[in-house]
């Protein structure tokens, strides 16, 4: 919409697993015009894949956290999970500028290990 974008996503586990999964919805912009010291282009500097925001689930005012539970314990081959993102658009933002990366970590005590990531 022209000032919410929603995003869907699955996330699906190809062997079996154990632990605590969470996944991290960030909102990537390219052609962002700001301010880079150094630049000869000043405040006009063009940012490319600019992290611009974090997308937090829908219909909550959770919007704390880093990154939101997918799985917890034992995990099984080829479960599924479906969440519903929403993150605060700006009008300036074109579509082909849009894009998100999805980042899936395993919690391992207060610490986060990478898992896998994709971009879209």
């Given at each position: 919409s ?17 632990g605590?999964?969470v996944?991290?919805p960030?909102?990537?912009?390219d052609?962002k ?13 063009v940012?490319?894949?600019y992290?611009?925001?974090?997308a937090?689930?829908i219909?909550?005012e ?6 939101y ?24 933002w ?16 207060n ?10």
């Open positions: 022209s000032d919410k974008i929603h995003l869907k996503t699955t996330t699906k586990f190809f062997q079996s697993v154990e605590d999964y996944i991290s960030f909102l990537i912009i052609n015009e700001g301010y880079q010291a150094g630049n000869d282009d000043g405040e006009n500097t940012h490319p894949s992290v611009a925001n974090l937090h689930p219909n909550t959770d919007v704390e956290n880093w990154a539970k997918v799985a917890s314990g034992k995990v099984d081959k080829g479960y599924r999970i479906n969440l519903e993102f929403e993150v605060n658009r700006d009008e300036a074109t579509e082909d500028d849009i894009s998100f990366a999805l980042i899936l970590y395993k919690r391992q005590g610490k986060y290990k990478f898992v896998n990531a994709f971009t879209k």
